[in-house]
Every structure is written in structure tokens, then in C-alpha cells.
């Protein structure tokens, strides 16, 4: 039995042994070491997140159901490996060119990591929590790496003192759940609900543990640390957070919501439905006024994890799969333009500031040609891939009855390409400014050309994504 655990666990078990290793290695080495550690890091992530995606279809438990390995789980940590891997991948560069190349850096890394394939993995209320305050406390820490700046630092602080609240509101959840159940298993919750309905002790217990996670997702109005922890922790660390954990924390709501509390989806449905309007519209008119392109960027994780909220909403295997579709997609996207942002230097030092792109396309014009189709893509525009990410979530909605939360998605979006493509239009058409000057290292470069393809070539058939997720949401409903 235990051997059965160990084999459904042994990518979690890997990981936490190299991130040991690597430790120990970093502690008793010379600061020559903390390169090739990084660089290994993230080729190690990259192989496990293909180990996982190659592995036998089928459900496979471990430690009596706490933990699970189906399609939903290994879809979600194929995505959160190679985020993380492209993320250190990309912050090498970055970390050295400022003095930041610490082996920490990538170790915390790992730990992360490992904390949000348990989350996702989770099917028990203990072993959620357990991967969820792994995951925490080591970006805790990461928001707050570059020791020496004072925005840093308060990144770090407001993230660690807000998450802080959204972990007891979760863990206090978690309690009125498992009082009101006698259970904390998915399968225990779900038993208990009375005729497809939701008692009200379980129903204030289901309420609090959607507010933490709203808050891991960056949801609004649990919003309020994304900005700043966005714009105060080094780039590097902003692109990890953009990307990763936001897949992990997604999914874990849908599994929470549809593995415990999937026999009562109207009763929940209206949590989402809420969230979801607040956010897309949140995100998408508060960063008309940003002038920091960090912020910017917060602003738009804010409303395209409305979009993802929509999908689940929806509370149906379509829903699931459009969710999964468009995280895909956001990463995607993600990654790309923040290999670009990466590189927005002024005589050696990171520039922000969006008047910086002024005409940039006449300095690196294949450089704004890429970033600018990124950009359509968030905007949504027809016929990149980013429209169709969008597309299959409004699909679900209607499907599922939802035609005025749709409606007010349209509506979010078309105020949201604004700033999208205010980021255009300054490039091609802005005033001319003595801007960036930075070069961009060739792995950037390939991330940059790779994201921008992806969003042209994609719209054939997705690369097959689309029905790679739809077997995967299938798992959560069987």
C-alpha cells in the first residue's frame, strides 16, 4: 500500500528531494554554483511536467482518496511545471544583471511548486491546505527577494499580511465544513448535502473557503494585493506569479466546488457569478489609468481570472473545459510578454513606465511586432488564440444558462482592450522618446517569437489543446 502511494506521489517526492539537494549544494558552495543550480532547476521542472504529461490515462489515489492523479491534476501541473520552468528560465539574465543570482531563488522555486501540485492534487481539506501554505510561504518570500529595495520589501510584507487573512478565512471555512460534515474528504462533503442543496452551517463554511481562495486567484474584492505585490517585487517574480500559481489556485477552486460541493452548484454558482462581474470589470477599468506597465499587467491578471471564474461558474464539463482552455492560453501569453517586459532597460537599469514604448517600433521592430500580437491576443481580437480562450468560457456561460453574465464579459472585454491596445498604438504611433535601449538575450527572444506564433498559428486547431482539456475535465465528472 504504501508503494502504491509513493508511485501516485513520486513527481511531489522528486521535486522536494532536489530542492533538499540543491540547498545543501547552494549552502556549501561558492556563489559560482547558483547559476548552473538555477539552469538545472528549471530543466528538471521541464522534464517532470513531460513525465507527467505522458503518463498512463486514469485516476490513480494515494493515502485512502486525500490525494488524487487524474486528468484535471496532471492537465493543471503540466501547465504550473513549465510556467514555473520558463519563469527561472527567463529571470536568469534578469537575477544576474542585478546582483540578485541567489541558488534560493530557484529552491524556493521548487517548493512552490511542489506546494501547487498538491493543491491541485487535493481531495481532502488538510492535504489542500497543507499544499496551499507550502506554496505560500515560499512566494512569501520570493515577492520579498530583492533585500535592498524598499518596494520589495513591501511587496513581500502586504502579501504575507494579506495572505495571512485569506489562509484563516480558508482554515476557518475549512472548520465550519468539517462541523457541519463530520468530514473534510471532497467525497464526505459531497455526501452530506441534502437533496442537491447546501445547509446553511455548510453554506457559511462553503462561503468563507470561496473567499480565501478568490484570494489566490487575485479575484475581486480579494484583489488588493495583486497591484502592488506586481509592481514591487522584481520582474522575474512578477512573471511567477502571473503565471503558476494562478493556474494551481483556479483549479483547486473548481475541484474544491465541483469534487465537495458539485451535487449544489446553484447554490455556489451566484459566489462565482459575483466574483466573476467584479473582476472582469475591476481589472478591466482600473488599469485605464495605470502608466506602470507592472500594474498594468496586475490589472489584467484581475480580469482575465474574471473570465476563468466565468468558466467554472458555468459548473458544467464544458465550463471545465473552457477553464482549462484558457488557462492555457493565459500563460501562453503570459510568458511571452513577460519576456519582453524582462528586457525594458533604459542605460541599465528596468524601466516600467509605458511612455518608455514611444515609437519603440522603429528602435526593434520585429521585437514590437511580436509583443504587439501578444497584445491583440489579451485584447481578445479575432482570429488570435486569445479570442478563442474567451470564446469557449462565453460558450459555457450560455450553455449553461448564463446568457447576461456573457453579455456583461463582452462588455468587459471590449472596455479592456483599450489598454491593450493603448500599448499598440503607443509603439507604432506614439511620441518619440529617447525609451529603451536594452538588448534582449536569444532564450527571451525564442520565449517572445514562440508566444507570438502560438497566437497565430494556434487558431487552426489550438495545437490540440482543446481536446486534450476536454478528456481532462471529463475526469472531474466521472
Not at 513549465?82 to 534578469?94: E, I, K, Q, R
Not at 484570494?215 to 517574480?237: I, L
Not at 461558474?313 to 473545459?321: D, I, R
Amino acid at each position: 500500500m504504501l508503494s502504491q502511494n509513493l508511485a501516485v506521489v513520486a513527481p511531489e517526492l522528486l521535486l522536494a528531494v532536489l530542492a533538499m539537494a540543491f540547498l545543501m549544494l547552494g549552502s556549501f558552495s561558492s556563489r559560482a554554483m547558483d547559476g548552473p543550480i538555477l539552469w538545472a532547476t528549471a530543466i528538471v521542472l521541464a522534464l517532470v511536467g513531460l513525465w507527467i504529461g505522458f503518463q498512463p490515462e486514469g485516476a490513480r489515489e494515494a493515502f485512502g482518496g486525500s490525494f488524487v492523479s487524474d486528468g484535471f491534476a496532471r492537465f493543471a501541473k503540466v501547465l504550473i511545471l513549465f510556467g514555473a520552468s520558463a519563469t527561472l528560465a527567463l529571470s536568469h539574465d534578469y537575477l544576474k544583471r542585478n546582483d540578485l543570482l541567489k541558488y534560493e531563488y530557484p529552491v524556493l522555486g521548487i517548493l512552490a511548486t511542489i506546494g501547487m501540485m498538491t493543491m491541485v492534487s487535493a481531495r481532502d481539506l488538510i492535504v489542500l491546505y497543507l499544499g496551499l501554505e507550502l506554496q505560500s510561504l515560499a512566494l512569501y518570500v520570493v515577492a520579498a527577494f530583492r533585500r535592498d529595495s524598499l518596494r520589495s520589501t513591501e511587496a513581500g510584507l502586504k502579501y504575507f499580511v494579506l495572505g495571512a487573512l485569506s489562509s484563516g478565512l480558508l482554515l476557518y471555512g475549512a472548520s465550519l465544513t468539517y462541523g457541519y460534515s463530520g468530514t473534510t474528504a471532497f467525497a464526505g462533503i459531497g455526501a452530506s448535502l441534502q437533496d442537491g442543496h447546501v445547509p446553511l452551517g455548510l453554506l457559511f463554511g462553503l462561503v468563507f473557503l470561496s473567499a480565501g481562495m478568490a484570494f489566490k486567484v487575485s479575484a475581486a474584492p480579494f484583489h488588493m494585493w495583486t497591484p502592488d505585490v506586481y509592481e514591487g517585487s522584481p520582474t522575474p517574480v512578477t512573471l511567477f506569479f502571473a503565471t503558476a500559481p494562478k493556474v494551481a489556485a483556479a483549479v483547486m477552486f473548481a475541484r474544491v466546488l465541483y469534487d465537495a460541493f458539485g451535487g449544489a452548484t446553484t447554490d455556489w454558482q451566484q459566489i462565482l457569478v459575483f466574483l466573476s462581474i467584479a473582476s472582469m470589470f475591476l481589472g478591466a477599468v482600473a488599469a485605464i489609468g495605470q502608466r506602470n506597465i507592472k500594474r498594468l499587467m496586475a490589472y489584467s491578471s484581475i480580469n482575465h481570472m474574471g473570465f476563468v471564474l466565468m468558466g467554472m461558474a458555468a459548473g458544467t464539463e464544458q465550463g471545465a473545459q473552457a477553464l482549462l482552455i484558457y488557462l492555457a492560453i493565459y500563460v501562453t501569453m503570459n510568458v511571452g510578454a513577460f519576456a519582453f517586459i524582462l528586457n525594458m532597460e533604459k542605460d541599465g537599469k528596468p524601466v516600467t513606465d509605458l511612455a518608455s514604448l514611444g515609437l519603440y517600433s522603429r528602435v526593434a521592430p520585429a521585437r514590437a511586432a511580436a509583443f504587439a500580437v501578444l497584445m491583440f491576443s489579451m485584447a481578445g481580437v479575432p482570429p488570435l488564440v486569445g479570442f478563442f480562450g474567451k470564446f469557449y468560457v462565453l460558450a459555457a456561460a450560455v450553455d449553461a444558462g448564463l446568457v447576461w453574465l456573457a453579455v456583461a464579459g463582452v462588455v468587459a472585454s471590449v472596455i479592456a482592450a483599450y489598454y491593450y491596445l493603448r500599448i499598440v498604438f503607443l509603439m507604432y504611433f506614439g511620441e518619440a522618446v529617447d525609451g529603451l535601449d536594452g538588448r534582449m538575450p536569444g532564450l527571451h527572444w525564442a520565449f517572445l517569437g514562440a508566444s507570438a506564433l502560438a497566437m497565430l498559428l494556434g487558431i487552426v486547431n489550438l495545437f490540440g489543446v482543446e481536446t486534450i482539456a476536454g478528456a481532462a475535465a471529463a475526469t472531474l465528472f466521472q
